[in-house]
């Protein structure tokens, strides 16, 4: 079955640096576009980044430049990269992977991410 499971969150402190990661199992890698999403109590799960597996990339408004994302295809890994956090960055991210022809998408459990002197 599909797995999709984050890692490497944690707390930092304001303009800081963090790098998430993201193992996908039990899919052909290739035929999803992965995300990450972020979401905070209260509010809706929102956009922070997509890549397909051709390398195209969005991202979320808010992001302006500071956040890069990557994949690894032979891997079944994907990377969000945050530089300059800031305090309102603080989130659960979630990693998402969605079939490019199906529409079919999984999420994982979701990594915490807080910026805070």
């Known amino acids: 079955q599909v797995q999709v499971v984050e890692s490497g969150g944690g707390l930092v402190q304001p303009g800081g640096s963090l790098k998430l990661s993201c193992s996908a199992s039990?899919?052909?890698?290739?035929?999803?576009?992965m995300g990450w999403y972020r979401q905070v109590p209260g509010k809706q799960r929102e956009l922070v980044a997509t890549?397909?597996?051709?390398?195209?990339?969005d991202f979320g408004d808010f992001v302006s430049g500071r956040f890069t994302i990557s994949r690894d295809n032979a891997r079944n890994l994907v990377y969000l990269q945050m530089n300059d956090l800031k305090p309102e960055d603080t989130a659960v991210y979630y990693c998402n992977a969605r079939h490019s022809l199906s529409n079919s998408f999984y999420w994982g459990q979701g990594t915490q991410v807080t910026v805070a002197a």
């Open positions: 039990g899919m052909q890698f290739s035929l999803y576009v």
């Open positions: 890549i397909t597996s051709g390398g195209s990339r």
